[in-house]
Structure formats: structure tokens, C-alpha cells
């Protein structure tokens, strides 16, 4: 099973993009799903949680701005005004019994 992340791409301030992540097949006992995202030479940060389909948590640097959704096997992040400082490669990732999953990730390049 993998996690195909997908919705990157070039977006111009204050554009928005919804990026999305479908496992090829199922995982049980998923708690949460997740978007985490690495800038050049940073370190990758969570952007965005949602834990048992219901309990969002949404870091402070997209508050307002970015919202999380899921549904089955699949977790949704909506980027909405987007900023320069949101370029990064976005990661998707889902927790489970199993343990954690990631998706290759997808690219968004922000211009201004």
C-alpha cells in the first residue's frame, strides 16, 4: 500500500490549491491523517492534522487560511491565499495500527 499525493504545482499570490492524498489500498485503523511540508534546506514541519475524521489542528503559520478534510483513505489539504513563505514540498501521512505511512510528496512553488 502507498500514499499518492497529488495537487502541487505553480501558483501565483494569493492563488489557492487543494492537494490531495489516496492510499492505492486499504489501511486499517487509520487515526490520523496528516500534511507536513519541507522547505529548501528546512526541516519538514506538520502543516495540518485530522485525527478520526473529526478533530482537526492546523498549524499557526496557516491558520486561517489552509483547512484539512478527509474522507475514506483519503485526506484533503485546501490552501487558500496562498504566500511565497508556502513553498515547499507538501508530504502526506497517515498514522495507523500499523504504523506510518507517507506519500511521496508534491511539489508547490508559490510566485508573487
Known amino acids: 500500500v502507498q500514499l499518492q499525493a497529488s495537487g502541487g504545482g505553480l501558483a501565483q499570490v494569493p492563488a489557492s490549491l487543494q492537494l490531495s492524498c489516496t492510499s492505492t489500498?486499504?489501511?486499517?485503523?487509520?487515526?490520523?491523517m496528516a500534511w507536513y511540508r519541507q522547505a529548501e534546506g528546512k526541516q519538514r514541519d506538520l502543516v495540518a492534522s485530522?485525527?478520526?475524521?473529526?478533530h482537526a489542528n492546523i498549524a499557526d503559520s496557516v491558520k486561517g487560511r489552509f483547512t484539512i478534510s478527509s474522507g475514506k483513505n483519503t485526506v484533503y489539504l485546501h490552501m487558500n491565499t496562498l504566500i511565497p513563505e508556502d513553498a515547499a514540498v507538501y508530504y502526506c501521512?497517515?498514522?495507523?495500527?500499523?504504523?506510518?505511512?507517507w506519500g511521496q510528496g508534491t511539489l508547490v512553488t508559490v510566485s508573487s
Open positions: 501521512k497517515f498514522t495507523s495500527s500499523w504504523g506510518d505511512y
Open positions: 485530522i485525527a478520526n475524521g473529526r
Open positions: 489500498g486499504p489501511i486499517s485503523g487509520v487515526r490520523v
